[in-house]
């Protein structure tokens, strides 16, 4: 028994020593990178001020050099000139590498020797500090980033879960009205109101489909298409299409002359209209303004709605928000796809009151470069 | 035939669905009821249902808010629809004592389902359905013709039941695969063989009661 334990006591005695061992040599090791490191940095000084020496022609120019590399904590002799050079000491007990080098100086090579001293190693130690400093702010500025990306993927778990849930309200009209009808099997009026239940919840769906890719694809394109435009012309072209599909629709277009743009035509025509489809939800009047402004070409569309209560002017913007009030006709997408639009071209878009009580939003693009 | 059985309130905003689930339920000859928004508690207790069907994100508030107000009052099963299937809301909804939540889009059928059980437990529809000595109990898989015992597959049994619920009704193979089988399943010749099969072991004991309506598809009557 006594054996097997002093076997094993010795056992781990070896082993302990063992991890010593290899703890000190791995503790050596870094020691020694590390300075292999510095001294390699410091070769690299003493070779770069070498050919600072050999390029300075006249005894002036070397003079200068030699200061110079004094100031850095190299010390340079120089061989056979130095009552002519001025200025050359030398650090003494202090030598940790040297650089021999022939320099020519007055027509002739003149043997140099370059000493780095402990100042230099030093001075390197203290800019590795910096850059260790350096890396700690990278540290913080990658930590910043990871969170701002978990924060966008919380965003986009959000998006994923709303979209899901908008896209299971309508299919679940749709299976339900299709089951009523296999069910009850009515007769022909109420069986036509059915079917036209039917049409109306898969053009609801088709309505949902079409913006959820249109938002998708803002996001996924950074740089939008870029031509010259006219947003007074655009504006018109808006109108003109809410007039045909709702001839009763009252609105009003404001605009002195054109408003030259720069900018995606298509993207923004059908940003434009769904700030008009956006107002006819709950107002019968719209004023459409389009100005050339000191901050860039500015289109306004004010409604004689109810307004948009002021905690709410910036929610509006997020996908799926929709007020109280308002119609569960519309994707609730309409003015995310706006935002994203005027974002895209370096533009904003905002919502305040207009004078009357209605909501006001403001289009502003970038003035032209 | 016409006892009447089981008052249930529909609380839901879409319109299609609330429409579906109400005629369904008034199909089976329940008493319904529709909201289509938050009503007051008092107004849905007023009607003495045995069966709240309850969505849970309505355009003034959240269904599970009134399910709380609703069981302060008294004891109501309720039944959660909601278009959201995140863990978070079952446990909400599961911790309010709701009896059953199911995620939209669902079959129509499914909901029945659940309705009727909800109700046998609470002794608002008989436990055994019976038709012309014919008797079903779908809780204990049990069918039964003039006190003989049938031995009936799953399958058969609630095509059976299906057709018993819809006795005098002329059924078409569609709507019998759709409502019995779900929607994965598309051949008419299943809904042929089951039929065949339990015809064979339904007039081991008497006239024929599932009877073949020309064009359409079948009708269970005497």
């Known amino acids: 028994m006594t054996g097997h334990r002093s076997t094993r006591k010795r056992l781990i005695a070896a082993s302990i020593v063992g991890i010593v061992v290899a703890l000190a040599a791995f503790v050596v090791i870094i020691t020694v990178r590390y300075r292999d490191g510095l001294d390699q940095r410091l070769r690299t000084d003493l070779t770069s001020g070498a050919s600072a020496l050999r390029a300075a022609r006249t005894p002036a120019a070397l003079k200068s050099v030699i200061d110079s590399l004094a100031a850095e904590d190299i010390s340079v002799d120089l061989a056979g000139i130095t009552a002519k050079g001025g200025t050359l000491q030398s650090t003494p007990g202090a030598a940790l590498l040297t650089v021999r080098e022939l320099i020519p100086v007055g027509g002739s090579d003149v043997p140099a020797t370059l000493t780095g001293s402990r100042a230099g190693i030093d001075r390197q130690v203290r800019s590795l500090e910096v850059t260790e400093a350096a890396l700690a702010r990278a540290i913080v500025l990658l930590d910043r980033a990871a969170s ?53 919840d898969s053009r609801r769906l088709g309505h949902l489909i079409d913006d959820l890719l249109n938002l998708a694809r803002l996001e996924a394109r950074e740089q939008p298409h870029r031509e010259p435009l006219d947003l ?66 500015t289109m306004t569309v004010t409604d004689n709605g109810p307004g948009v ?36 071209h370096g533009g904003t878009i905002t919502c305040d009151q207009s004078p009357t009580g209605g909501a006001r939003f403001t289009l502003r693009l970038p003035a032209d470069p | 035939m016409g006892e009447p059985i089981g008052r249930v309130v529909v609380i839901e905003d879409e319109q299609p669905v609330r429409d579906a689930i109400l005629a369904a339920l008034r199909a089976e000859r329940f008493t319904a009821t529709g909201f289509e928004d938050l009503p007051r508690p008092a107004d849905v207790l007023a009607l003495a249902p045995d069966l709240a069907i309850l969505d849970v994100l309505l355009p003034s508030g959240n269904g599970f808010a009134l399910a709380r107000l609703l069981r302060e009052r008294r004891e109501l099963p309720i039944i959660f629809l909601t278009a959201r299937d995140a863990v978070a809301d079952r446990v909400a909804g599961l911790e309010l004592g709701a009896d059953d939540y199911l995620v939209k889009p669902f079959a129509l059928e499914e909901l ?7 109700l046998r437990r ?18 204990h898989g049990f069918a039964a013709r003039a006190g003989r015992e049938l031995a009936l597959t799953s399958t058969e049994l609630r095509l059976l039941a299906f057709l018993m619920r819809h006795r005098g009704q002329a059924l078409s193979k569609d709507q019998l695969l759709t409502q019995v089988w779900g929607y994965d399943a598309y051949d008419h010749n299943l809904v042929e063989v089951h039929i065949s099969a339990l015809r064979r072991k339904l007039e081991t004991n008497g006239p024929r009661l599932i009877h073949t309506v020309r064009g359409i598809g079948y009708r269970f009557s005497p």
Request: a neutral charge; zero cysteines; aromatic letters at 2%.
């Open chain 1, 148 to 200: 701002d990306a978990r924060a966008s993927e919380a965003a986009m778990r959000t998006f994923l879960a709303d979209a899901s849930h908008e896209l299971r309200t309508p299919v679940a009209a749709l299976q339900a009205t299709a089951e009523r009808l296999l069910r009850e099997q009515p007769p022909r009026p109420a069986r036509d109101a059915i079917e036209a239940q039917l049409a109306r």
């Open chain 1, 232 to 297: 007074a012309d655009l504006a018109t072209t808006a109108v003109a299409a809410t007039r045909t599909t709702d001839p009763a629709a009252r609105v009003e277009l404001v605009t002195a002359g054109p408003v030259p743009a720069t900018g995606d035509r298509d993207a923004l025509l059908r940003a434009v209209r769904n700030l008009l489809d956006n107002a006819f939800a709950v107002a019968n009047t719209v004023v459409v303004e389009v100005t050339q402004t000191a901050k860039g070409p």
């Open chain 1, 309 to 344: 209560p002021a905690d709410q002017r910036e929610r509006i913007f997020e996908p799926f928000v929709r007020l109280p009030r308002s119609s569960r006709a519309g994707t609730g997408l309409g003015l995310a796809i706006v935002r994203r639009t005027l974002e895209s």
């Open chain 2, 112 to 118: 029945m389902a659940r309705v009727r059980a909800v």
């Open chain 2, 122 to 139: 609470r002794g608002a529809i008989p436990q055994v359905l019976e038709v012309e000595r014919v008797l079903v109990d779908e809780e």
